[in-house]
């Protein structure tokens, strides 16, 4: 089974704030996602990737950058954090190719922007 | 895209009873196959059941459900639900595209004693 890794858990900053979120996965995947998870929306696509040095845009990219700079790590950036950013953040991992290739969710990182 | 609608909010239904999750979407070409996610409290999403054949019913835990591209659903059904059922539900078809998933804004399923 994958292994998603996620840090940190859970994170505060303050309006303007720089913040990064890391995600790692040890099974060789190649594609890698983010999401955001809020009521009503249930999770939403920001950013994904392909392999090292892909960048690939999401539905609500506004806001967000990302760096694939490994197989296993993806980071999440948010250079000037707002509230409407507080949310659950969910990394995932899926092999490439085939049929019934799931997705394999990390446990999550809380952000809560002040 | 696809675009996928879930039934509403939350869904009450005593242990021992049947429960029937609703799911209809509108895709693409590329979509491929289509998931049943589970989230249970403080966890991460996983997979609960995934099929790609048309109205052929899919097993997983004792739930099932059956894809009618007829009418653009996957509905999630369970004969007797259980206290440990009580979840966050999504349905996600897939895109062939990077194994994109689409989400819909979830069925949360409370079960009672």
């Known amino acids: 089974e994958a292994a998603v890794t996620q840090s940190p858990r859970n994170k505060v900053t303050v309006t303007g704030g720089n913040v990064t979120l890391s995600c790692r996965q040890t099974?060789?995947?190649?594609?890698m996602y983010w999401y955001r998870q809020d009521t009503g929306h249930g999770l939403r696509l920001i950013h994904y990737?392909?392999?090292?040095?892909?960048?690939q845009i999401g539905d609500v990219p506004d806001g967000y950058k990302a760096t694939r700079t490994t197989q296993e790590d993806f980071f999440l950036l948010l250079e000037l954090a707002s509230p409407s950013q507080t949310s659950l953040y969910f990394c995932?991992?899926?092999?490439?190719?085939?049929?019934?290739?799931?997705?394999?969710f990390g446990p999550g990182t809380r952000l809560t922007v002040l | 895209g696809d675009s996928v609608t879930q039934t509403e909010g939350l869904v009450t239904v005593t242990e021992g009873l049947p429960v029937k999750l609703n799911c209809t979407y509108q895709?693409?070409?590329?979509?491929?196959?289509f998931f049943w996610y589970v989230q249970y409290l403080n966890e991460a999403p996983q997979v609960l059941l995934k099929s790609s054949t048309d109205n052929k019913r899919t097993e997983h835990q004792g739930f099932h459900a059956t894809l009618h591209k007829s009418s653009s659903s996957f509905h999630l059904q369970k004969s007797s639900a259980q206290l440990s059922d009580s979840a966050l539900y999504y349905c996600a078809p897939q895109s062939g595209s990077f194994n994109k998933l689409t989400f819909g804004a979830g069925t949360r399923l409370a079960v009672c004693p």
């Open positions: 099974n060789s995947h190649n594609y």
């Open positions: 895709t693409t070409y590329l979509t491929i196959a």
């Open positions: 995932a991992s899926s092999d490439a190719g085939g049929f019934y290739a799931e997705q394999f």
């Open positions: 990737s392909y392999g090292a040095g892909n960048l």
